[in-house]
């Protein structure tokens, strides 16, 4: 891959923002002359955007803790050797809306998994690829769980399974994200996530400036 890969990660709990800063980065970047493709775990590809909905389909509450991490890493598996690793290889910044730090999180942690459960299945299914660089925008629970009550009124109903869970889960997940972080200081920044999108859109930036 060329050695000026930028493989770069966005994360947070439910209702944090990050999609929208992947977004407003994204276009920060073109417009600086970057080809830049974007993605999102899980979905990215046609198959994942069908195990996409098996996952957050709110109809689903009996799907398993283990079966639910396996259909997180086939679709990561799938967008990593069919959009990813292409758009490195071919130069590009790639953008993407969580990869495993987000399994560690919600399924290593919060579920109660395990971070060896988690990492042995990351090394099948990407090979050893890591993020260059790792966004988190961090809230508190409270803020997260307003934003998402707030987006699922306004028309993404159905994809809430992990939105239903109780603030104790995601709670943990905030938690688990913070321990990460802290296990990964020279990956991960840590981005206080609240105020206006173009607020933390500026702290995204600052925190971009050795990766342009």
Not at 158 to 176: I, W, Y
Request: hydrophobic share 35%; charged share 30%; with cysteine.
């Amino acid at each position: 891959m060329p050695e000026d890969r930028r493989f770069i990660t966005f994360e947070g709990i439910d209702g944090s923002g990050k999609t929208t800063q992947m977004r407003l980065l994204g276009k920060r970047l073109r417009a600086r002359g970057r080809d830049v493709y974007e993605t999102v775990e899980p979905g990215g590809t046609a198959v994942g955007q069908q195990i996409r909905r098996i996952l957050l389909d709110s109809t689903n509450q009996d799907l398993r803790p283990t079966a639910e991490l396996l259909l997180y890493f086939a679709s990561r598996a799938q967008n990593l050797e069919q959009c990813i690793v292409p758009a490195l290889r071919a130069g590009r910044v790639v953008l993407c809306d969580r990869f495993t730090d987000s399994t560690l999180a919600y399924q290593g942690y919060a579920r109660g998994l395990g971070a060896g459960t988690v990492l042995a299945l990351d090394r099948i299914a990407c090979r050893g690829l890591s993020p260059d660089l790792t966004l988190l925008i961090d809230v508190d629970v409270d803020t997260g769980l307003a934003r998402m009550r707030a987006r699922n009124a306004n028309g993404t109903a159905g994809e809430t399974r992990l939105d239903d869970e109780p603030r104790e889960f995601h709670r943990k997940v905030r938690d688990a994200y913070l321990v990460i972080a802290r296990e990964n200081p020279g990956r991960i920044r840590v981005i206080d996530g609240r105020g206006a999108p173009e607020e933390v859109a500026a702290r995204v930036w600052e925190n971009m400036q050795d990766h342009v």
